[in-house]
């Protein structure tokens, strides 16, 4: 079983940058692959970025390549998500998510925080 809990939301101006953290619970943290999802409002919860757990391997959506930068501390049970250059459109609540497969696929997702809310201002 696996806790996550998510923080580092807040209210930003659009160009602004924050940055998520996401502590988890459990022993084998480090053989999880770890995600970051969101979900904008009337909107299906959508794919931002991974990291697979057995080699690094970062994946992406198009969305936010080059601007989100995911990233991991096993040592602290925690993975981050970076995010700079921020727009309007990244207004979302924004999800941790663990898995023990290498995928990007909302439903392989075992486990989830509770959220935290970003909100970009124009």
């Known amino acids: 079983q696996v806790q996550l809990v998510e923080s580092g939301g807040g209210l930003v101006q659009a160009g602004g940058s924050l940055r998520l953290s996401c502590v988890a619970s459990?022993?084998?943290?480090?053989?999880?692959?770890m995600g970051w999802f969101r979900q904008a409002p009337g909107k299906e919860r959508e794919f931002v970025t991974a990291?697979?757990?057995?080699?690094?391997?970062?994946y992406y959506a198009d969305s936010v390549k080059g601007r989100f930068t995911i990233s991991r501390d096993n040592a602290k049970n925690a993975v981050y998500l970076q995010m700079n250059s921020l727009k309007p459109d990244d207004t979302a609540v924004y999800y941790c998510?663990?898995?023990?497969?290498?995928?990007?696929?909302?439903?392989?997702?075992?486990?989830w925080g509770q959220g935290t809310q970003v909100t970009v201002s124009s």
């Open positions: 998510a663990a898995t023990l497969r290498v995928t990007t696929r909302r439903y392989e997702y075992d486990y």
């Open positions: 990291i697979n757990w057995s080699d690094g391997s970062i």
């Open positions: 459990g022993r084998t943290f480090s053989r999880y692959t």
